[in-house]
Every structure is written in C-alpha cells, then in structure tokens.
C-alpha cells in the first residue's frame, strides 16, 4: 500500500517569510511524528499526535513552530519567521499505535532551506 | 534522559568485507531497539528491529542482538555490497516516554568500494 508522503519535496524560503509543510501518514495508522534531521543535530523529535489526544509538543524548538492534524490524518507543520537555522530536512512518520513495540514508517522528508 | 551512540563515519568498505556499526544506548527502562537506513537521496526505512534483551533482528543479511548486560545493539553484516552505500541510524524507543517518540543517534555513514 501507500507510504507516508510529504510535500513540498523540497521548499527554498526568505529568512522571515512562513512556511506549511504537509504530511499524508499510512491510512490507519493512529500516531503521527515529526522530525527534524539537520547537518551536526542529527534527528530530533518535533512533535506527536495519537487520536484524538492532546499532541505532544515537547520537541518544538521555539514557539514560531507549530503543528495541527485534521480528521486524525493529514497533519500540517507551521514555520512562521523561518531563520536560517530552520534549514534542514523535516521528516514525519508514522505508526499503527503509539507503542515502543512498533515500528514508524517515515515519508521521504521535506528539504527546507531558508534563505 | 535516553540517549544513543553511534560509532562517528564514514566507514569505507570492499564489497565482501564484513560490517559492523557499534551502537550503545541509555534508556530508563526496557526499549525497543530500531535499525534505520537512509538510501542517497531516500527517506528512513525501517531495516530491523529488537523489542526484548537477547532477541536478534535481522534483514537483508544484516543483524543485530538486543544485549541488555552491554546496553548495545550492534549492526552486522558479513558480506557487504556496494548497494549498501548509505547512512545507518540506530534508534530506541523507550517505555517510560508516554508518547513514544524515538531517540536517535547521529548516524553512520557506510560506503562501500568494488
């Protein structure tokens, strides 16, 4: 069946304009993330939905981050004043249920670069 | 706080050559252990898996032992190909986060020569 799918694949910014980036997750799967893969960070964590729930936003850099998920699928990250260090590449992933024991599926990432 | 470290790249191999990425990790309970690849110019694929101590995941002739006593999951393969040529990224996701997300190390990258 269908992966994640993310889009823009990619997306070139001015330093203070905003920016929406989109994810598609696996038809079914509850639990949504987002990462963040920068050159000298490696992979952190953004961002997580389950259901319904509250999300949990503990991995949001700052506040010009934010993020929403509408109908429990498609879900939307928010850049808004993009600086410079925003670039890099934004990947979402996700997963039948939000459980250690099962694996996330990632989307091919969106690569952001700010100008 | 849960972390992973990953053996620094690149590592440059001959095709044939056995391969082993080191990978040890701190978590506060009992997590899951994850082996990701990432392809030149691809996304993260799921490349195997380890949900308890002494249990082996294993694809595409790669493997890796969850060891509890060493805090480690090593990746290995015996015979690398030059299809191989990509970044590998160790993972774990622990129990006592609520909301599972994963924890990754920084990645190696493994290029492999004919």
């Known amino acids: 069946g269908a992966g994640v799918s993310q889009s823009p694949s990619n997306k070139v910014t001015e330093k203070g304009k905003d920016v929406e980036l989109r994810c598609d997750p696996i038809s079914g799967h509850t639990a949504l993330y987002w990462y963040r893969q920068s050159l000298g960070q490696g992979l952190e964590f953004l961002i997580y939905f389950q259901g319904n729930s509250a999300p949990d936003k503990s991995g949001l850099p700052s506040d010009r981050f934010s993020a929403e998920r509408t109908g429990g699928s498609v879900s939307t990250l928010t850049i808004q004043r993009t600086q410079q260090e925003d670039s890099a590449v934004y990947l979402c992933?996700?997963?039948?249920?939000?459980?250690?024991?099962?694996?996330?599926?990632f989307g091919p990432g969106t690569r952001l670069l700010v100008l | 706080g849960n972390s992973v470290t990953q053996m620094e790249g690149p590592v440059t191999l001959s095709e044939e050559a056995f391969l082993t990425i080191n990978c040890t990790y701190t978590?506060?309970?009992?997590?899951?252990l994850f082996w990701y690849v990432q392809y030149p110019g691809e996304g993260l694929q799921l490349l195997l898996k380890?949900?308890?101590?002494?249990d082996k995941g294993s694809n595409k002739g790669f493997e890796a032992t969850y060891r509890k006593e060493t805090t480690s999951f090593h990746l290995e393969k015996g015979s690398v190909q030059v299809s191989d040529s990509a970044v590998y990224f160790c993972?774990?996701?622990?129990?006592?986060?609520?909301?599972?997300?994963?924890?990754f190390g920084k990645g190696t990258r493994l290029s492999v020569i004919a």
């Open positions: 978590a506060t309970g009992y997590p899951s």
């Open positions: 380890a949900t308890k101590a002494d």
């Open positions: 992933a996700s997963s039948l249920a939000p459980d250690r024991l099962v694996a996330q599926y």
């Open positions: 993972a774990l996701s622990d129990p006592n986060s609520g909301n599972t997300p994963l924890v």
